[in-house]
C-alpha cells in the first residue's frame, strides 16, 4: 500500500525486464505478483510527473497483467473501453520509459490509439464502444476462419449506456466467440466475492462443467420439459451466488464475481474461459486506486491527478463549469420549474452543489447521453424548465435526439455545452470542435458563445428565460476573470456589440470574434488599430452588425474556435452573400484535421487561432500596419 507519489523513478527490476507481453509470459505466478506491485509503483511515479487519469488504472494492474499473460495479444484483441484504465496496458505493451510524458505532443496518447502501438486495438475516449468493436472483430475473425480471441474489457458505469446492451444483445445472438469482461470498481452491481463464490466460479469456467453442460443438452433437449427445467435450475442457482441471469438471459454465459486483485484467480479464471466457445461474460470486482490510500479514500477525488510539476495559480479563478455551477443554484432557487439533468458528468459540469441543495430536481442518467436529451424533452412537455449540462464531446452522441425529441417540437430545453472548442491534453476524442457546425443548421434552436465568466452567466441566463431551445457553449478552464456578481442580464436575441473601434482611415480591419477568442481578437487589434465585435449569438446571427462591419471596413476576419467548415464564419458568408458589400473576407477556425493531444495554448497556437495568428492575417494584406 502507498501513501504517497514517488517523485523519483522507482526502482522496478522487473518492470524493466518486460517490453512486451511476450516478456511476461516468462515469469512464473511469483514474479507476476512483484510486477504487479512495481507496475504499480511505477504508475505512481509516472502520472504524478505528467498527470492523467489516475484511479482507474491503478484499480486494473492485476487484471493487465492476466490478461496479456494469459492471452497471445497483439494477435488476441483487448479493447479497452473509455481508456482511462489503460495506463498499466500502455506500460506493458513497450512504451514504459514514454509514460511520464504521456498527455504531451512527445508523449503517448491519453486513450488507446490504433496508430500508436499495434497492441491499442481501437482508438477509444468515448464510453461504452468496447463490447461493439469486439463483436465487430469477433465476427470477421469467423468470417475469415481466423482462430482468434476478442476480449473487451468494460467498467459498470459504461455498460449502463444503452449502446452496450446493443452490443451485448446482438453478441447473444451471434453467439459469437468473445469474452466481455466487466470490471465493477464502484460496488454497485455486486459485493458478492467470497469464498463459496470462487468455488462455484472455479466450477462453471472448467472445462469439466462445460462439457457436461453441452452432455446433458443434447440428451435433454430432446425432452423439451425437461431441458427447459434443468436450465431453469442452473440458471437459478447462479442468480443465487451471482448476479448474472441478465446476462444469461443475453446469451451469455456469466462468470464472476471474482476478486479483481488476486491476481492467481484472474489468470486461472480467463484461462479457463479462454478455452470455452460462444460469448462468456466475466465480472470482477476491483477497487478504483487500489494500493494508494488517497485515491483509495477518495476516487471520485482522484479520478484523474494534475502533475506535481504543476504549480497551483496564485490566485485561483473561477472556471466556466464554477460560473455555470454557481448560476445553477442560484436559478433554482427563484425557479421551483427548474431540473438539472447530467449524463454522469457531476463533478466534472460543476453540479455536487446542485445536486446536494435541490437533490429533487437533479437527474443523473448515468453514461446516456441520448436519454438525457429525451428525458429532458419529455420534462418540458409538462411545463418543467429542464437545464441539460453536458461535455460538447458528448452531446455528439445525442445528436438524433437534439433535433428530433427537442428542437422539432420547439421544446423549452437549455443546453449548458461545457468543453467546447480545444481542450488539451485529452486530444481529438475530447475536442468540442463541431459544435457549432452540427448545431448551426438545426432550425428553432439559439446559439450562444460567450467571450468571457460574465458573458457567460448572462447567456445562460438568456437562453433559460427563452421560450424554447436554447444552446451556450463554453470552454473547458477559466476566462478573463471577468465578475459576475450582480444580477444577471438577458441580452437581446441575436445582438453583438462592439468591443473596440478602429481609428483608421484606410485599411480598415473588422475581427468578429465568437466566444473566448475576443481576447485575443482584442490583443492583435491593439497593435494595428482594427474594430473589434464580440458577436456573441452564432444563431441568430446579427446580420445588421456585419452588414455594418461590411460596408465600414477593407477586411474581415471572423475567429471562432470551432471546424471553420461550417462554423460561424460561414454564417457571415451567408448574410455577406446576399449583400452588396464585398470586402476581403478571411476565416480562421480549426482546420479540417483531428487535433493531437498538447497543451491548449499550444494547440491554438498550431490551429492558427491566437493573437500572433491574427495579426499575421492582416500583415498579409497591410504589410504595413502596426
Not at 79 to 84: A, I, L, N, R, T
Not at 400 to 418: G, M, S
Not at 481 to 486: F, M, P, R, T, V
Amino acid at each position: 500500500m502507498f501513501n504517497e507519489i514517488p517523485s523519483q523513478r522507482p526502482e522496478t527490476p522487473l518492470l524493466d525486464l518486460i517490453d512486451s507481453p511476450a516478456d511476461l509470459r516468462g515469469l512464473n505466478a511469483a514474479q507476476l505478483k512483484d510486477l504487479s506491485t512495481e507496475l504499480r509503483e511505477y504508475l505512481l511515479f509516472s502520472v504524478g510527473q505528467s498527470g492523467g487519469h489516475f484511479g482507474a488504472g491503478l484499480g486494473v494492474v492485476e487484471l493487465t497483467i492476466a490478461l496479456h499473460y494469459v492471452f497471445n495479444t497483439p494477435d488476441d484483441r483487448i479493447v479497452w473501453d473509455v481508456g482511462h484504465q489503460a495506463y498499466p496496458h500502455k506500460i506493458l505493451t513497450g512504451r514504459r520509459e514514454q509514460m511520464p510524458k504521456i498527455r504531451s505532443a512527445e508523449g503517448p496518447a491519453a486513450f488507446p490509439l490504433r496508430s500508436e502501438s499495434e497492441y491499442d486495438t481501437f482508438g477509444v475516449g468515448h464510453s461504452s464502444t468496447s463490447i461493439s468493436a469486439a463483436l465487430g472483430m469477433a465476427l470477421s475473425f469467423r468470417q475469415q476462419g481466423i482462430a482468434r480471441e476478442s476480449v473487451a474489457v468494460i467498467g459498470d458505469g459504461a455498460i449502463s449506456a444503452g449502446m452496450a446492451f446493443e452490443a451485448l444483445n446482438h453478441a447473444g445472438h451471434e453467439k459469437a466467440d468473445m469474452l466481455v469482461i466487466l470490471n465493477d470498481n464502484d460496488m454497485s452491481i455486486s459485493n458478492n466475492v467470497g469464498a463459496l463464490n470462487k468455488y462455484f466460479t472455479r466450477i462453471w469456467s472448467s472445462q469439466t462443467y462445460a462439457a457436461m453442460r453441452e452432455g446433458s443438452k443434447k440428451v435433454l433437449e430432446k425432452i423439451p420439459a425437461a431441458w427447459e427445467f434443468a436450465k431453469r435450475t442452473e440458471e437459478h442457482m447462479k442468480g443465487m451466488v451471482a448476479p448474472g441471469t441478465l446476462f444469461e438471459e443475453l446469451g451469455f454465459n456469466y462468470y464472476g464475481p471474482v476478486d479483481g486483485h488476486d491476481l492467481d484467480e484472474l489468470v486461472n479464471t480467463l484461462e479457463n474461459m479462454k478455452k470455452l466457445p460462444g460469448p462468456r461474460f466475466l465480472h470482477i470486482v476491483t477497487r478504483k486506486g487500489k494500493g494508494f490510500t488517497p485515491a483509495e479514500e477518495d476516487p471520485i477525488g482522484y479520478h484523474a491527478l494534475k502533475s506535481i510539476r504543476q504549480k497551483a495559480p496564485a490566485v485561483k479563478k473561477l472556471t466556466y463549469s464554477n460560473v455555470f455551477g454557481k448560476w445553477l443554484c442560484e436559478m433554482a432557487a427563484a425557479d421551483p420549474r427548474l431540473v438539472g439533468i447530467t449524463p454522469a458528468m457531476r463533478e466534472g459540469s460543476d453540479m455536487v452543489r446542485f445536486s446536494q441543495e435541490f437533490p429533487d430536481r437533479y437527474f443523473d442518467v448515468a453514461i446516456a447521453e441520448q436519454h438525457a436529451v429525451t428525458l429532458a424533452a419529455g420534462l418540458a412537455c409538462e411545463g418543467s424548465k429542464p437545464v441539460v449540462a453536458i461535455y460538447s464531446t458528448f452531446l455528439q452522441r445525442a445528436y438524433d435526439q437534439l433535433i428530433h425529441d427537442v428542437t422539432l417540437q420547439n421544446l423549452d430545453v437549455l443546453f449548458a455545452i461545457d468543453r467546447a472548442g480545444l481542450v488539451g491534453e485529452d486530444g481529438p476524442t475530447h475536442h468540442g470542435a463541431y459544435d457549432i457546425s452540427y448545431m448551426r443548421c438545426i432550425p428553432n434552436l439559439v446559439i450562444m458563445t460567450p467571450s468571457d465568466e460574465a458573458e457567460c452567466r448572462n447567456m445562460l441566463y438568456t437562453g433559460y428565460r427563452h421560450e424554447g431551445p436554447a444552446a451556450v457553449r463554453y470552454p473547458r478552464g477559466s476566462g478573463t476573470g471577468a465578475s459576475i456578481d450582480g444580477e444577471p442580464e438577458a441580452y437581446p436575441l441575436g445582438r453583438g456589440i462592439i468591443r473596440r473601434e478602429s481609428g483608421a482611415e484606410s485599411n480598415r480591419v473588422a475581427i468578429l470574434a465568437f466566444g473566448p477568442v475576443v481576447a485575443d481578437a482584442l490583443q492583435a487589434a491593439g497593435v494595428v488599430d482594427a474594430t473589434v465585435a464580440d458577436m456573441r449569438f452564432v444563431k441568430p446571427i446579427d446580420e445588421s452588425l456585419i452588414l455594418k462591419l461590411a460596408e465600414s471596413h477593407d477586411l474581415l476576419i471572423t475567429v471562432e474556435e470551432n471546424a471553420r467548415m461550417g462554423g460561424a464564419g460561414s454564417a457571415v458568408m451567408e448574410v455577406l452573400a446576399t449583400s452588396n458589400a464585398r470586402p476581403v473576407v478571411e476565416m480562421l477556425g480549426l482546420p479540417d484535421q483531428y487535433i493531437d493531444h498538447d497543451s491548449p495554448a499550444q494547440q491554438r497556437r498550431d490551429s492558427g487561432l491566437d493573437a500572433t495568428a491574427i495579426l499575421s492575417v492582416v500583415r498579409r494584406h497591410y504589410p504595413h500596419v502596426g
